[in-house]
């Protein structure tokens, strides 16, 4: 590792550690306010109106609530995955369906316990991002474990809208990219809706 690349891997992580304390800091009746507000402005966009299949992850920790959103994506008609994590630091997208049972990951991330229909990655429509924050220009900073830009390292221009889901209070003035860090098309928040992809 280059001394570079060694200041960059710190400066994600410092601000891996204060989004996160900042997204933590939110008493649970913001956070519920937060998530529905979040759900109705994607809700109310072309991008989720065309979208069938949708990806969207299960809230861990104290990540944006995304239940809310569920449910409008089951009113809809809309074929909801969710990741699950496999061996060798990939993700698959399973058929979340509903009523089904769930289980913990090794990182303590529900996920299905029984595996389903799948969808490729690609095929998917919308994917809903986790992240710890984003900025301006479309960097998302993640958990840190790459599955996301893994999972999405081949698509050129097309492809399923990559959009975060975060509090707004997660958008940072600026953050480390290197390339190979998937950009996200669009972000969605409680408070606003930003769009980088034309």
Request: proline letters at 5%.
């Amino acid at each position: 590792m280059t001394a570079q690349a060694g200041d960059t891997a710190h400066s994600k992580a410092q601000l891996r550690r204060e989004y996160r304390r900042r997204r933590a800091a939110l008493a649970p009746a913001e956070r519920r306010r937060a998530a529905e507000r979040a759900a109705r402005r994607l809700a109310a966009s072309p991008m989720f109106r065309r979208a069938r299949h949708l990806a969207l992850y299960l809230a861990h920790g104290s990540e944006l609530e995304t239940e809310p959103l569920l449910q409008l994506c089951r009113a809809a008609g809309k074929s909801v995955y969710v990741p699950r994590v496999l061996d060798g630091h990939r993700l698959r997208f399973d058929q979340l369906l509903a009523h089904a049972k769930l289980r913990r990951n090794r990182y303590g991330i529900r996920e299905p316990a029984l595996r389903g229909r799948r969808c490729s990655a690609v095929r998917l429509d919308l994917v809903l991002l986790p992240l710890s924050a984003f900025d301006a220009q479309g960097h998302r900073l993640g958990a840190g474990g790459g599955y996301y830009d893994r999972a999405f390292s081949r698509r050129r221009g097309g492809g399923p809208w990559l959009v975060g889901y975060a509090y707004a209070l997660q958008q940072a003035p600026a953050l480390p990219a290197e390339p190979w860090d998937v950009r996200l098309d669009a972000v969605v928040t409680d408070k606003n809706f930003l769009v980088f992809r034309s």
